[in-house]
């Protein structure tokens, strides 16, 4: 599978796990607070900073739904009013896009119509990402296919037949190089409903490269994914918790992120290959290996018993797993109480 290639970053198989982190709203309808997110997602390690480009206007009508679910995070809000205080003014996409490519972050953004896929080609955007609620929109997954930039989809709220669909739509209509996102979207998501094992089969089933759009608290998720071959990390990313917005309570600060790009790497770095070979790092370890050792003095053709060897550290001697062959056998010379057995010696 080829890598895709977004700037100067790659995703691949063979390259560290790609680190996005969603700022979403937790701005708090604050341009400060957004350029202080993209200042500290650069000091953590995450490859990319990533927006979400719509209106309430072009999300849905006043009125048309408030929430009622006591589990939810927004229980008894309207949700014309949550993507108002979601929504990331479209005048400040530049001022954070220019930042954030100081930094040298990769800056994209979910769209949520065709007017904001054509505002983000204004901004030059080198990749897209569709949502989960978004991925069965067809005309949106046509319209930003055809711009021929990499997509990135999150597969949340959809079946299998919802993905063949939208996997179809994409490659149709201009998209070549597609990562898809296991995701659950709840807010907070349980590990329990996670259910990454399907990051490998994902991978064979739509030959593309998979990730993990994450929205569990913590960072042992993401990071059991990348074991399981996750290419892409998604995690959404505030100031601090305590400020408080609609996306905070799942949210990371700079510092756990930092924790997530660090450890995400570090399980990269231990996958290796299938190997059952001694590492180079394990070779002067070896001397802590038992061997076997005489523990009284013998002499010169005498039978060696069970009485006379004991097996100990360090492993200088002749490997346990000798130690049948040697009980019975005489000794060519003597031997003192102490001595590390060889095979010389028998």
């Excluded at 708090?28 to 000091?43: D, H, M, P």
């Excluded at 205080?85 to 994209?108: A, C, D, N, Q, Y």
């Excluded at 994450?214 to 993401?222: A, F, L, R």
């Excluded at 346990?320 to 001595?339: C, E, N």
């Amino acid at each position: 599978m080829k890598d895709i290639i977004i700037a100067d970053h790659v995703i691949g198989s063979e390259k560290p796990p790609f680190v996005i982190a969603e700022m979403s709203a937790n701005h708090n309808q604050s341009l400060e607070n957004a350029i202080r997110i993209v200042e500290e997602v650069a000091k953590t390690g995450a490859d990319a900073i990533k927006l979400q480009t719509y209106t309430p206007d072009t999300m849905t009508l006043k009125g048309a739904l408030k929430i009622q679910d006591e589990n939810s995070l927004w229980n008894g809000r309207e949700l014309y009013d949550l993507y108002k205080e979601g929504s990331t003014p479209w005048e400040w996409h530049e001022k954070i896009f220019k930042r954030g490519r100081e930094l040298g972050l990769v800056v994209f953004s979910t769209p949520f119509d065709h007017t904001s896929v054509d505002f983000l080609e204004g901004l030059n955007t080198e990749v897209y990402k569709i949502a989960s609620f978004e991925n069965t929109d067809v005309p949106l997954l046509r319209k930003v296919a055809s711009t021929g930039k990499p997509v990135i989809m999150s597969t949340g709220t959809a079946d299998l037949g919802d993905l063949h669909q939208a996997v179809a739509e994409l490659r149709t209509h201009g998209c070549k190089d597609l990562v898809l996102l296991k995701c659950t979207s709840t807010y907070p998501a349980d590990p329990s409903e996670c259910h990454i094992r399907t990051i490998p089969h994902m991978r064979s089933l739509f030959g593309c490269h998979v990730g993990l759009s994450d929205h569990t608290k913590g960072i042992g998720v993401p990071v059991a994914s990348v074991a399981l071959g996750a290419v892409v990390v998604e995690k959404h990313v505030t100031l601090s918790r305590a400020d408080g917005g609609i996306d905070s309570a799942f949210s990371l600060e700079p510092a756990e992120l930092k924790s997530l790009v660090d450890e995400c790497q570090r399980a990269y770095a231990s996958l290796g290959r299938v190997n059952y070979d001694i590492t180079s790092g394990e070779e002067k370890s070896m001397i802590f290996k038992r061997s076997i050792f005489l523990v009284n003095d013998l002499k010169k053709g005498e039978m060696i018993n069970e009485k006379d060897i004991r097996v100990l550290r360090p492993g200088i001697g002749l490997s346990p797993r000798f130690y049948d062959l040697v009980v019975g056998k005489a000794l060519k010379q003597d031997v003192k109480a102490g001595t590390p057995l060889s095979l010389e010696m028998i």
